[in-house]
């Protein structure tokens, strides 16, 4: 089983102040008995695309998964995912907020993404079949390599923006593309209700419908993005239990436990502490009590945000004389 826990390994300058005084014997004798490794630092996304063998194209293909989950075929047309956003500024660089703050209505994604493609015709022509999920069609597909959102909120997007030899066409078309939303209509209401303009969009995801792998697992995971790949490779998706279930340990899949994402991403020391000491009580000290019910081909905590994992192996049971290892010594 891979548990994906986005931001369990965070930067130090997180640590630092949020591990203060913090007691978390559990996940410290998981961190003293197993094995710490690099792993990419490419976000959830590509961490689900890899486990569930769904390779890459110039980008990790969510765009034409994702699109046929909320509805429409993806056939054999390029996607990219245009996700409506709001940058922020912040001291002094400018920063990618998490769009489901943004609670965007039906009807105002609607009249922006109508807005966007009559002013850039067939050139970029956002189709919002959610609110929060916008998406591009393209018949010559564009030379750009792109970050998904697990890894850009919160960060400054300065190089988060797409590379390739397509980049600067693109950069120019946000440029102008911000200035046609700073106007409109929709933002003005917004700001005037005091809620945040959506100034820009996230370009993502992009590529051409993949072939179905052949997997044997189960996704547990609240996210809408986990889901829909887990129904396109035609596997059961559940929501996570409330706490670890021994029967999980000897599964094949993955599990999402997002429960830290949304205070590592803005660096909150409180809301991490508390989500973390949340994980502790559910999942790690159930983990450390059955630490011998994992099954041969062992088990992994990976955070693909910061680029570390956590690797564990039934014989880990009987590595007792293993002092415990705190977070800020990983």
């Known amino acids: 089983m891979l548990f994906l826990i986005p ?3 965070p930067p ?13 014997p559990a996940l410290e004798t ?13 976000g959830v996304e590509a961490a689900l695309c890899e486990a569930m063998s769904i390779p890459r194209q110039q980008d990790w293909p969510l765009a034409p998964i994702t699109l046929e989950a909320d509805g429409s075929p993806a056939e054999e047309t390029h996607w990219l995912r245009a996700d409506p956003v709001h940058l922020g500024l912040m001291r002094d660089h400018i920063v990618l907020t998490d769009n489901r703050i943004l609670n965007l209505a039906p009807q105002e994604a609607s009249a922006l993404a109508t807005a966007i493609g009559q002013h850039f015709g067939e050139a970029f022509n956002p189709i919002p079949l959610h609110p929060h999920r916008w998406y591009v069609p393209f018949a010559n597909p564009p ?3 792109t970050h ?3 890894v ?25 593309l911000q200035m046609l939303l700073f106007t409109h209509p929709v933002n003005q ?3 005037t209700r005091g809620e945040l303009p959506v100034n820009s969009v996230w370009l993502w995801g992009g590529g051409t419908k993949p072939a179905e792998p052949t997997v044997r697992m189960t996704i547990y995971a609240r996210d809408s993005d986990a889901r829909a790949l887990g129904t396109f490779c035609r596997v059961p998706v559940l929501s996570p239990p409330s706490h670890l279930e021994k029967t999980m340990l000897e599964a094949e899949g993955v599990t999402l436990l997002d429960e830290l ?9 409180y809301g991490w502490r508390d989500a973390l000491r949340g994980l502790e009580k559910d999942w790690f000290v159930p983990l450390r009590g059955s630490l011998r019910a994992i099954g041969a081909a062992g088990l992994c905590l990976m955070d693909p945000v910061n680029g570390k994992a956590l690797h564990l192996q039934r014989s880990d049971a009987w590595k007792i004389w293993k002092r415990p290892r705190n977070l800020t010594s990983t």
Do not use: V
């Open 7 to 9: 931001h369990l390994f």
């Open 189 to 191: 209401a917004r700001e």
């Open 148 to 150: 998904p959102p697990s």
């Open 261 to 269: 994402a949304q205070a590592g991403e803005y660096g909150d020391a």
């Open 30 to 42: 998981l961190l003293a008995r197993g094995t710490i490794r690099s792993c990419p630092q490419e």
């Open 152 to 176: 850009a909120r919160g960060q400054g997007i300065e190089s988060l923006m797409p590379q390739g030899d397509d980049a600067m066409r693109f950069r120019t078309l946000l440029n102008e």
């Open 12 to 24: 130090s300058r997180l640590l630092e102040s949020a591990t203060h005084g913090l007691r978390l």
């Open 143 to 145: 030379r750009l390599t």
